[in-house]
């Protein structure tokens, strides 16, 4: 069974960029489509990206061109990097297989985006 750490959450301004990273452990990692998922005070989680066992990846139309991710099957992470952070990307973020696992959420990162 794979559990995940996320990490690199942060206080940013409108415009700026941050790099979200997500440890996974356990040996079969790499046969899992993995995702990052956000959820907004209020609103329900919402998958932003996917990247498949091969790489090949999907976005949410209101990340699209701005979020990169990536991951890496040697070292067992997902990165997520956002760039032209706008106040409605505040969220807490989190990363799990796709479709999720119910035993994979971790306590996720929390990115702020505010002037």
């Known amino acids: 069974q794979v559990q995940v750490v996320e990490s690199g959450g942060g206080l940013v301004q409108p415009g700026e960029s941050l790099r979200l990273s997500c440890a996974a452990s356990g040996s079969i990692f790499s046969i899992y489509a993995m995702g990052w998922f956000r959820q907004a005070p209020g609103k329900q989680r919402e998958l932003v990206a996917r990247i498949s066992p091969v790489g090949i990846t999907r976005y949410a139309d209101s990340v699209k061109g701005r979020f990169i991710i990536s991951r890496d099957n040697g070292k067992n992470t997902v990165t997520l990097q956002m760039n032209s952070l706008n106040p409605e990307d505040t969220a807490l973020y989190y990363c799990?297989?796709?479709?999720?696992?119910?035993?994979?959420w971790g306590q996720g990162t929390q990115v702020t985006v505010s002037s």
């Open positions: 799990n297989e796709d479709p999720p696992s119910a035993t994979m």
